[in-house]
C-alpha cells in the first residue's frame, strides 16, 4: 500500500539469504590506500532555487539533483560513487569482512508453510542460490517437493522480485505479482500449480497495489489495480488506484470496476472475499490511523454492477479496523475508544455497528497486534513491554491459553486456516536464529517444525532492555546488546537504530548481518521511539504530524542514555536509521552531530518541505504534514534535516545509501542531503554517497548484494568507531 513498511524490515530484519558461486567485487586491502582526508569532493553548483510558504522563503540551493534522469546528476552521481568506492574499498580488514559475510549468508533458509488445500506453499533457499524460491508440495508427502517458482534466473534480465503470492484456496492456481529491480511496480500472473507454468494470456500491469483474493471456486479474484505510469511522474496517479475483478479466461483490459478510483492519494483501498463466497467487502483506509470497511452480498461472478451497492459497517471513526469474516460472524479488531486494541464480533447479516458485542476487552499492559482465525478458534498476537505473546481463545472471546514460547522475544510469520487445527509460527531474538514451530490450537502439541543454522556463537552476548526518560519525561525502552564482559567506561563501539513512525513496532529480531560487529567488539541497541506502535496507537499518534519532533527527542535521549550509563561515548557512538529512519538519522546529523562519530543514512526523506511531490510522498502526507497547511509546514520545516545544514559545522562521518531503482523515495533526498554536507561541513570526517544498481526501496534481494551492502557499511563503522579488525579476538576496552 505505498507504506515505508519495507524501510525497517529491509533494513534490519534478517531476511531469506540465497546464493551462487561469487567473485569478490573488491579489490585487495593490501593493493590500496586510504584516500587522504580530509576528502576533495565533487563539485556541486549551486542554484538560486526556493520556495515561499506563508511568506516563508525556503532556499532549495540544489534543486537541480532532483532530476535524476538528467545527464548532469548522471555524471554527477557517478564521481560520488567513484569517490565513495575508493575510501570503501580501501578499508583495512575488508576481505576478512567480506569472507565472514559469506559464511554468514550463504546459508540454508526456509519460511513457515501456508496451506491451500491439500498442499503446502513455502520460500526456501538453498546455500546455493541467491534468491529464495517459491515450492509447494502435498500436505500428506513431506519429501514429495516441487519447485513453483524460482526467481534466480531473472538475475540475468531484469533482476525481478517474487512479490505477492497468493494460492487459490483449492491451492490449484496462484496469482503472484514480479517487480522488475526490486521496485515497488509489478505485473501479476496465474500459475497452474500441478504443472508449474503460468495461464496463457493472465498477464495484469499496474499491480502495484495488487493484494488478490480469490473466490473460492478459484474462477477469479479481486484485486487493486493503479494504472501504470512514466517512471520519471510515478506521482502523478497515485489516488487513482481502484478495485477490479478479473476473471481467469478474460482480458484483463475489459475487468469491471467495482469500486471507483478516490481521487485522493492518502487513502488506500482493497476489497476480498469471505472463504465460503457469500460477501465481498470493501476496505478504505484514510491515511495511516483511520479505516471505513463495506461490505454486500454476492450471488455469483462480481460485475461492475457491484460498484453502487455498497453498503457501510463502520464510516467516518477516527480509528483502525480489520474485519475476518468465517462462518456469517465477522470478527472485528479495532482501537475504537481502545489505544491497546479491543475486539467485537458480530452477525453479517446486519453487521451495523450498533450490533457489535466485544467478545475480547481492551488490556492495560498488552497492545493484541491482529488477530486471526485458526481452527476454528481466534488466535491474538499480543506484544506486552516489546515482546510477543500468542493468545488462543475460544470464538465467543473466552479464553483457551497463552503458546509456550521459546523465550522473550518475536513471533512472526503466523500461518494457519480456519478449518484446520494446525498453526505455524517463527520465534526470533536477538541471539536465537529463526526457528518455526508447529502447534495445535485445539491442544498443547507444539514441535519445532524447522531452524535456521547461523554459524554464530551467542554465548559471549547478553540482551537488556532499559528504559529511560524522553525530553518531556516519557519513559522510553530500549534493548542493549553487548558482550557479556563489557566494562562501562565508555569505550565500546555502539551503534544506535530506531525507526519510529508508521505505527510500526520495533521489536526483537535476529540478524546475522549484526554479528561481525559484535564479533569486532561493537554494541548494539534498538529504541523504541514514539511513533513507532509499541504502545498503542497514542504511542503512534505521539510521534506524528506536530508532534514528530518528539521521536528525535527520544532517539537523542537514547544515546545520552548509553553515554550517561557509560556504555560508550560519543567519540564511539553510531546511528543507522532507512527509509522514515533515514529521516531519523537526517535529524541526529543536523540536531545532535556533536553526539555521534558516524551516521549510515539508507534510502531516506530528508527535504520534508518537498517529499510530498515526489514518488508516494502524496501519501504519506496524514503522518508526516503537507506544507500546504501553515502548522504543519512550520513542524515540517523546524526539522526538516536538508534545511537545517549549517556552514562550518563538526559533521560526524556519513555514508548515505540509495537505490537507483527506488520507486518509494526518491533518492533526490539523499543526493540534496550529500551534496549541502559536503559543502558545509568543517570536519575531516567523510560524507559518502553509495548508489545501489538494480535495486528498490528495499535493495536488491540477492545475496552477494547483500554482503556488499555489509561489507561496506560495518566495514565503514568498524574503521570509524575504531572497532576491532574482522577475524582478531576482541580486545579488552581501557578505561582512559
Partial sequence: MGTLLFGVIFMLLAAAIFTTTIKSHTKPAATTSMPTLPLTYPATRKVDAFDTYFGVKVPDPYRWLENGKSPEVQAWLKV???????????LPGREALEKRYHELLYIDTITAPERAGDRFFYMKRRATEEKAVLYWRPVADPNAEHVLLDPNPFIATNNAALGEWVPSLDGKLLAYTLKPNNADEATLYVKNVASGKDLPGEVIEGAKYAEPSWMPDGSGFVYTYLPPADPAHLEDRLGLAEVRYHKLGTDAKNDPVIHAKTGDPTKFIDAYFSRDGKWIFFEQQNGWDKMDIY?????????????DKWKPIVVGKPFLYSLFPWKGQAYIWTNEDAPHYRVFSVDL???????????????????????????????LDEMEKVTSKVEIRELDGASIRELDLPGLGSVGEMSGEPDHDELYYSFVNFTTPPEIFKTSVANADQTLWAKIEVPVDPSPYIVEQKFFPSKDGTSIPMFIVHRKDILLDGSTPFLLTGYGGFGISEMPRFSADYYPWLEAGGGFALVNLRGGGEFGEQWHQDGMLLKKQNVFDDCIAAAEFLVSQGYTSPQRLAFRGGSNGGLLAGAMITQRPDLFRAVICEVPLLDMIRYSQFSSGKTWTTEYGSPENAAQFKALLAYSPYHHVVANTAYPSVLFWTDTDDDRVAPMHACKMVAALQAATSSPNPILLRVETQGGHGGADQVIKRIAKGTDIWGFLIHELGAQTPGEAPKQPTSD
Avoid: C, F, M
Fill in 295 to 307: 461490505y454486500q452480498s454476492l450471488k455469483g461472478q462480481p460485475t461492475a454492477a457491484l460498484a
Fill in 349 to 379: 447479516n446486519d453487521p451495523g455497528r450498533i450490533n457489535w458485542h466485544e467478545i475480547v476487552p481492551e488490556s492495560s499492559s498488552i497492545v493484541l497486534k491482529g488477530i486471526s482465525v485458526v481452527g476454528n478458534r481466534l488466535v
Fill in 80 to 90: 560520488q560513487n567513484q569517490l565513495t568506492r575508493s575510501y570503501l574499498d580501501a
